[in-house]
Each structure stands twice: as C-alpha cells, then as structure tokens.
T-cell receptor, first 110, second 120 residues
Framework: DAKTTQPNSMESNEEEPVHLPCNHSTISGTDYIHWYRQLPSQGPEYVIHGLTSNVNNRMASLAIAEDRKSSTLILHRATLRDAAVYYCILRYGGNEKLTFGTGTRLTIIP | GAVVSQHPSWVICKSGTSVKIECRSLDFQATTMFWYRQFPKQSLMLMATSNEGSKATYEQGVEKDKFLINHASLTLSTLTVTSAHPEDSSFYIC????????????????FGPGTRLTVT
C-alpha cells in the first residue's frame, strides 16, 4: 500500500483556518486520497476525498498538488469540535480497504 | 446520512470467556463490513473484511479462530472474541460501505461508535 506522512500534531486557534498537510510521494494513478477524522473515544468520520482535482464539501476543502504527491486538508474556520485526529489515507481504486497511519492530532485553542 | 451502530458500547468480561460484538447498518445495506482494533494512543488496525454471505478475509497476523466474524445479512455483522485474554482488551470498531454507492468509486466507509472491551 502507498504510504502517507503527516505531522504528529498541530495546533490552531479557534475560528482560524487550519491547513493539515499530507505527503504521499509514492501515490499511484489509481489511488484516491481520503481524509477521515476521529474524535476522542469515537469511530472515525469521513471528511472528504479526491483523486486529482480540488474538492469542497460542507466540512472541508481538499487541495491536491498537481503531481499528486501531496495534499492539504483545509478547515476554513476551526471550532472546538474540530479537535480530533485527522487521517490522510490512500485507497487503491479497486479496493475498499483503508489503511490508517498515525494521523495528525489537531488541538484547537480557544 | 448513513448510520452504523455497535452493541455493546462497552463490555467487561473475565479471562477465558467469549464476547460477541454486533455491528449494524441502520439505514442502508452494506455489501462489505470491516472490523478494526485500536489500542490506546495507537491508530486503527484492520482485522478483517466481511462480505455478506461469505467467509471473512482476515489480515495477516489476525487469528481467524479467535476472532470469529459472521456477516449473515446486509445489515448485520458480528465479531466474537473467543477465549478472551487481557491482551485482547481494546477498542473494536466496525465500518460498512453502502450499496447505494454501487456505481460510485469513492467507497466511503461509515464507522460505528466502537466497542470498548476490557478483559479481566
């Protein structure tokens, strides 16, 4: 499985935008980029996914580099409820499996 | 949105006993369900993939005779931890994919809230 690299932790002030980076230099052409987040003592929650183009939804935006070797999850206005571990995952196009890495623990400062 | 439930949310059992955890998709039919295990301060580790009506596929290193998985219907999968020992204490999480997304390649997974197992 292609691997991803994320910072272990990040902090952001409440109501500020947050940019969570992810490197995936070995990504293949059929790998989708997925982001999930996990709040304390809960199961993960889908955030967003993309293949080549930037994506927006009600939760976040996903900016994908032109060479697809990196991506950035953007939370436009962080709230305390966004404090979680964020996982960047590559999913092979023909496979439903997700392989979770260590993720980035996001702390929101009031 | 699609909802996945797990029961129980937490369980304490004695060493040597078996424990069954249920995973249900409440408002959709799941072609595939996944079972994960998560130890404290660690990431999720995929244990097995379960398809309705067929045998589960286990990841390398996961004992299929110890972690019995049954996916009897499109809305229910169960994980039974047999002869549980303290080292099996963990947070067990299931997820499911939605049949309605059949033509969509995103394969978004919907996760349950998890079951915390403590073996004494």
């Amino acid at each position: 499985d292609a691997k991803t690299t994320q910072p272990n932790s990040m902090e952001s002030n409440e109501e500020e935008p947050v940019h969570l980076p992810c490197n995936h230099s070995t990504i293949s052409g059929t790998d989708y980029i997925h982001w999930y987040r996990q709040l304390p003592s809960q199961g993960p929650e889908y955030v967003i996914h993309g293949l080549t183009s930037n994506v927006n939804n009600r939760m976040a935006s996903l900016a994908i580099a032109e060479d697809r070797k990196s991506s950035t999850l953007i939370l436009h206005r962080a709230t305390l409820r966004d404090a979680a571990v964020y996982y960047c995952i590559l999913r092979y196009g023909g496979n439903e499996k997700l392989t979770f890495g260590t993720g980035t623990r996001l702390t929101i400062i009031p | 949105g699609a909802v996945v439930s797990q029961h129980p949310s937490w369980v304490i059992c004695k060493s040597g006993t078996s424990v069954k955890i249920e995973c249900r998709s409440l408002d959709f039919q799941a072609t595939t369900m996944f079972w994960y295990r998560q130890f404290p301060k660690q990431s999720l580790m995929l244990m097995a993939t379960s398809n309705e009506g067929s045998k589960a596929t286990y990841e390398q290193g996961v004992e299929k005779d110890k972690f019995l998985i049954n996916h009897a219907s499109l809305t229910l999968s169960t994980l039974t931890v047999t002869s549980a020992h303290p080292e099996d204490s963990s947070f067990y999480i299931c997820s499911a994919t939605d049949l309605r997304q059949g033509a969509v390649v995103s394969y978004e997974q919907y996760f349950g809230p998890g079951t915390r197992l403590t073996v004494t």
